[in-house]
């Protein structure tokens, strides 16, 4: 028995210590979002609502509001109300191309709203101070080296180094790449890291090699505080990696931004109305600006049509490789002490293998 209570002691010490460095290793984050996790929910038009911020700002992350392409007035209602009930920082999310950008970018200077994240495409450098004006901490997505470099330019507070392993639309260039080219080269500027996540185990490397944080997407998805559709839960827990797929661009023509989605039906669509398209700016009939608005406006229809009304065949299943790793649908607080522990334990193994080192 004593040998028991001893080992059990010696187990509660480790988790200590490995609690202990996890702060550590991490702190930066923690104090740049002012969070006690510096795990971030990523913004996913349709799912990362008023509720699953309230949800993940209780559980003690980072959540991001999706401004998605809402109609502005049901925009900033769900700004007002993340505004007057979530006490601790969040950030509310902007699609640089989504039609309703520039409305929503208007309402937002004007709330008290501590951060921004710019998305799909790189804003303007006015774009960038005139938010950070406004008092507002900027965050940029980057999806290659000159995209961030260009970010750190205009002056953003920090990156989104998202690899094309993660879901929605996504840049061409992995996060493994990525890292070398952008996270190890810019000295200490807040970068989180993003695509293909979902273990605590990978989350800790990462912070090891100096990441500010994490991003999870699909993992939040899948949780149950998220108010999509069963049927799309179902759909990414049951998903392959390898049926994630990332949608071509048939023509330099009609420039489209990539989008990952499990394959069905919506991206085969979705081949069908660029080819539409094309031929239709071959003729005249549209220009590309018009072209490249309904491409938007198919995946804004289409993605609805998944997370609400749970229609798995013709809807857009947007999801990174990651549901490869996610088989379980549970609620926030289960997913952020499980990354927690994973990372302690990790952090353990990797600080255990140093002492055999040097002894």
């Not at 920090?158 to 690899?163: K, Q, V, Y």
């Not at 991206?267 to 003729?283: H, K, M, P, V």
């Not at 353990?348 to 293998?353: I, P, S």
Request: glycine share 8%.
């Amino acid at each position: 028995m004593a040998m028991i209570l001893k080992e059990r002691d010696n187990a509660h010490i480790r988790r200590h210590n490995a609690m202990k460095l996890l702060d550590q290793i991490w702190k930066k984050g923690q104090d740049f979002l002012g969070v006690r996790y510096p795990i971030i929910s990523g913004a996913m038009t349709w799912v990362s609502d008023y509720q699953l911020v309230k949800a993940v700002s209780d559980a003690g992350a980072f959540p991001v509001l999706a401004g998605g392409n809402m109609p502005p007035d049901i925009f900033e209602a769900e700004v007002d109300r993340c505004v007057q009930n979530i006490k601790s920082p969040f950030a509310v999310n902007l699609i640089t191309i989504a039609p309703s950008y520039r409305d929503h970018y208007e309402i937002l200077r004007s709330k008290n709203v501590p951060f921004v994240v710019f998305a799909a495409n790189f804003p303007k450098k006015k774009d960038v101070t005139d938010m950070k004006e406004a008092g507002k901490k900027v965050l940029s997505f980057a999806s290659t080296d000159s995209i961030a470099e260009q970010m750190i330019r205009f002056g953003v507070d920090g990156l989104l180094l998202e690899g094309s392993e993660a879901g929605g639309h996504i840049g061409h260039v992995s996060l493994m790449i990525l890292l070398q080219q952008v996270m190890f080269k810019v000295g200490d500027f807040p970068i989180f890291v993003a695509g293909g996540l979902a273990t605590g185990q990978m989350m800790a490397h990462l912070l090891l090699m100096g990441a500010y944080g994490c991003q999870f997407g699909t993992l939040f998805a899948m949780c149950q505080e998220s108010t999509a559709h069963p049927r799309f839960k179902d759909a990414l827990r049951r998903a392959r990696a390898r049926q994630a797929i990332e949608t071509p661009q048939y023509d330099a023509r009609l420039p489209v931004v990539a989008v990952r989605a499990i394959k069905n039906a919506a991206t085969q669509q979705f081949g069908r109305i660029q080819l539409d398209l094309l031929a239709r700016l071959e003729s005249g009939q549209i220009t590309r600006e018009a072209a490249q608005f309904e491409v938007e406006t198919f995946w804004v229809g289409s993605l609805r049509r998944a997370v609400v009304d749970g229609d798995i065949e013709s809807g857009s299943l947007m999801a990174g490789q990651s549901v490869g790793l996610v088989s379980e649908i549970r609620p926030i607080r289960d997913i952020i002490r499980k990354l927690t522990e994973e990372a302690e334990a990790q952090l353990e193994k990797v600080r255990k293998t140093f002492r055999d080192l040097t002894d």
